[in-house]
């Protein structure tokens, strides 16, 4: 079925849903016929109709023109009834309020107020002078008047002025002319609703608009005593709850602020806002509100996710919430269920995940024909970019009027070559027929240049699955649900990770007293944990693949983000396991490292008195918290490739299998160094053996594997205390070499003879001065076809916990001062350069790192 099709039929289900459900499209019906015109009678009534929907008010890039119609059509089928525009970004709302739209902004606001108009919703226009109107200032007056009197010409008939967010001082000319903060905003707010005819939807947002904003309390504010008494009674004052956002909001307290106020509030409603966290995103049931409460309520409209495809459940949840107490109204008996609204919303949400969109719901048939090709074919890494390590963000520009904002890239159509790469390794990987766990303890796969190269030029989803399953989309809300709860699978997550890092000591790798039963149910949790991060990694992975481009793009920073914590949470424990040193170690203990660690999880440390953004990044951060380098913030935040990639990763402790792939790995780096030269006389072994072989033999524990579908694609090594590990080199290492390969006279390649000289000279004396605050010393190698940074941040990170697991205070990794890229890696990754050509007898540049 071609696209265009697909929309058309898309549109005909939501009409025909919309015909099954007329008894909860009562309020909607209404409003069309008030925004058509109507008596006294019916103007009276609709001023006490109970406002219900969604507010677009947040913080962040507006939605699109596309995006506000799909609302509009979502609204009308759950029964919602107004649509409050107000993006904080749109600098003709907020900064420019005193600007007049342009006549193709004119165009663009019409035809949204009446496409919202026509599907029976109410479009009430926000505007927010606060931040530098004068009050006392007629010309001001004029200009606000002018602005709404041009709202009021494209259709609008509902308006809201918004004094949120602003600073309570006065200009001295204000503070001549009004008593205080609030009689200077109540003076403008009823001029301007009495110049506007006194719609009879008329929104006042105070700067005291939530309990903890209160000084002293609700019930003694001067500021809310002024607005209660001096506002004009048909003006409705918005409200947040006791918090910016409120877990809940009680009946008792609604009572109260209805008294201060002098009548029942509008509820504006952050709940599933996200627009102070940029690691946070909430999938979860609209819910910790009574459907009672609308007795004290003049309405509530829910200010949602910045990301548009995010808001489906909570609007869904939303609209079962608002239909609860209609039904009661109406004689049937409905309670409103959080988990019987969620498991509806579920429902329908997969219907909607399979649909064939464009990011930004592009509708246009040009862009149904270009739609095909990206939901169709799987997105490619870019593996043709010249650089290992590449910043990959850009972030796009704000319109001065964003009702059209531009939509997120779509991915492009593959060439032939990438189809013919992506054929053969799927064959390949149907050959293979293992998963990734049971592949990864299979015997290394083959790694020549050839086949690397072939690797490069396209990659397969994983497993071939494209699409999402209704368990894994009951995943990914569970991971990303509320903001004051978690959902099962989060909470899950970091209870498993909380007790398995207390009780690492049974799995220690010199545990005097070994307890098999406690050893036995250690290994059991953990290997659950893991498999709930295999689950993530696998989530992330069917997002990339679905066909539905406009929930990938809005999704993918998320599931992407929580992916890559995942993968470290994933490594530290299976390192862990005989790994992990008890108190008798000599740098340190993991009873000292973890001490500082969380041990609880933010939900526990919020409380009900604190705001959601006190404890930053949500799932992902907790897990961050968790580990030893959890304070770290840089080896945690960074941004999402600009091409999201289905390629599924996996780090984990290296195994002696291991070495024969990996040293055929930095063999191919080596020779791509050398322009592709390999004299038939060197030995295969002597740059591994160089590069990895003295890490591998003397220090395993500390090196760390990144793989991927077809094999082994990069290492991070690393030794704990250096002074140690040289005189281990010295005493055992380099005497093996020297056996390994013996001087034969004329027969002995010079490169050989050579790299065995540059053995010796590696284990060379580090300063005293250095060793003393980076004792560990660490060594990434990842193939130049592996484009997505993060993961080689994430490999590194893996490592990095591993070493403050065990004591270190600091790590130290030797670089060549030519390599640019790595240097500029290691930067950004907390590396300070702390020597240069001054640690060993040939010029090299020595970054340094505490932990």
């Not at 130049?784 to 990794?813: H, W, Y």
Request: glycine share 8%; proline share 6%; with cysteine.
């Amino acid at each position: 079925m071609h696209i265009e099709s697909k929309h058309e039929e898309y549109s005909r289900n939501l009409s025909r849903s919309t015909g099954r459900k007329k008894k909860h499209l009562f309020s909607a019906i209404r409003g069309r016929q008030e925004a058509e015109g109507g008596s006294g009678a019916e103007r009276m009534e609709e001023g006490k109709q109970f406002l219900c929907g969604v507010v677009e008010g947040f913080y962040g890039r507006p939605w699109s023109m596309n995006q506000r119609k799909v609302l509009f059509q979502w609204m009308q089928l759950w029964g919602l009834n107004t649509y409050l525009y107000g993006p904080k970004d749109d600098l003709k709302h907020r900064l420019l309020w005193r600007e007049v739209y342009s006549p193709e902004e004119e165009a663009q606001l019409h035809t949204l107020i009446v496409e919202a108009q026509s599907r029976g919703l109410r479009f009430v226009y926000a505007l927010s002078p606060g931040q530098d109107i004068v009050f006392s200032s007629s010309f001001d007056m004029t200009l606000l008047k002018r602005k709404l009197k041009q709202v009021s010409d494209l259709g609008c008939q509902a308006y809201a002025i918004l004094f949120d967010d602003i600073d309570h001082s006065m200009c001295q000319a204000d503070s001549e002319a009004f008593s205080s903060f609030a009689h200077a905003q109540i003076t403008v707010t009823n001029e301007i609703y009495r110049f506007l005819g006194e719609p009879p939807v008329f929104l006042f947002c105070p700067t005291e608009y939530c309990g903890s904003l209160c000084s002293p309390s609700v019930a003694e504010s001067p500021y809310l005593q002024t607005v209660g008494e001096d506002l004009l009674p048909n003006i409705t004052v918005i409200w947040t709850g006791s918090k910016v956002i409120s877990r809940k909001l009680s009946l008792d307290c609604l009572a109260e602020l209805e008294s201060v106020l002098q009548r029942p509030p509008l509820i504006w409603d952050n709940l599933h806002a996200n627009d102070y966290d940029t690691r946070r995103l909430f999938l979860g049931p609209f819910k910790g509100r009574d459907p009672h409460i609308r007795s004290h309520l003049r309405g509530l409209l829910l200010n949602p996710n910045c990301e548009f495809e995010a808001n489906y459940i909570p609007l869904h949840t939303l609209g079962s919430w608002y239909r609860a107490e209609k039904d009661d109204v109406q004689g049937e008996e409905y309670n409103y269920c959080p988990e019987r609204a969620l498991t509806a919303a579920l429902h329908d949400w997969m219907e909607e995940l399979n649909q064939p969109l464009q990011a930004g719901r592009q509708d246009s048939k040009a862009d149904h024909r270009a739609s095909v090709s990206s939901s169709r074919s799987k997105t490619p890494d870019r593996s043709d970019c010249p650089s290992t390590f590449r910043a990959t963000h850009a972030v796009p520009k704000l319109p001065v009027f964003p009702l059209d904002s531009s939509s997120p890239p779509s991915s492009p159509p593959l060439s032939k070559a990438d189809k013919e790469g992506r054929e053969g390794e799927k064959k390949r990987s149907q050959q293979q027929g293992q998963p990734l766990a049971a592949s990864k303890s299979a015997a290394p796969l083959g790694g020549g240049r050839a086949q690397r190269e072939q690797r490069a030029q396209g990659r397969g989803l994983c497993n071939g699955k494209g699409l999402l399953s209704e368990a894994q989309v009951r995943l990914l809300v569970g991971l990303h649900y509320l903001p004051h709860e978690h959902g099962p699978s989060a909470q899950k997550l970091l209870q498993d990770l909380t007790w398995l890092k207390s009780n690492c000591h049974l799995v220690g790798a010199n545990s005097k007293k070994p307890q098999p039963q406690k050893v036995d149910e250690w290994r059991g949790r953990a290997s659950r944990f893991l498999s709930l991060c295999e689950d993530i990694a696998q989530l992330h992975c069917s997002v990339v693949g679905g066909a539905n481009r406009a929930v990938l793009y809005d999704l993918y920073p998320y599931v992407w983000d929580l992916r890559n914590t995942a993968l470290v949470a994933k490594a530290f424990i299976c390192w862990l396991d005989g790994r992990v040193l008890s108190d008798s170690s000599s740098l340190g203990s993991w009873r000292n490292c973890f001490h500082w660690c969380g041990k609880t999880t933010g939900a526990d440390q919020l409380g009900v008195d604190s705001e959601p953004w006190v404890f930053k990044g949500g799932v992902s951060g907790e897990v961050q918290m968790l580990l030893p380098v959890g304070s770290s913030s840089e080896l945690f935040t960074h941004p999402p490739p600009l091409f999201p990639t289905s390629r599924l990763y996996n780090i984990r402790p290296y195994h002696s299998k291991d070495k024969v792939e990996l040293y055929r790995m930095v063999r191919q780096l080596h020779l791509r160094t050398q322009g592709g030269q390999e004299s038939s006389m060197a030995h295969p072994d002597v740059i591994g053996d160089r590069c990895l072989g003295p890490c591998l033999a003397l220090s395993p524990e500390y090196s760390f594997i990144l793989e991927d579908e077809l094999g082994i694609c990069g290492c991070v090594l690393g030794i704990l205390d250096v002074r140690s590990f040289a005189k281990r080199c010295q005493g055992s290492w380099i005497p093996a070499m020297r056996d390994k390969y013996p001087p034969k006279g004329n027969g002995t390649h010079s490169n050989t003879l050579e790299l065995v000289q540059l053995m010796e000279e590696d284990q060379g004396e580090y300063p005293d001065s250095l060793l003393y605050h980076f004792p560990s010393q660490l060594r990434l190698d990842a193939l130049p076809e592996l484009v997505d940074i993060s993961v080689s941040r994430t490999l590194l990170t893996a490592l990095l916990t591993a070493l403050k697991a065990n004591g270190s205070q600091g790590v130290f990794c030797e670089v060549q001062p030519t390599d640019h890229q790595r240097l500029e890696f290691l930067t950004k990754l907390g590396f300070l350069e702390i020597l240069r050509g001054e640690a060993r007898s040939r010029e090299g540049v020595v970054l340094g790192r505490l932990l």
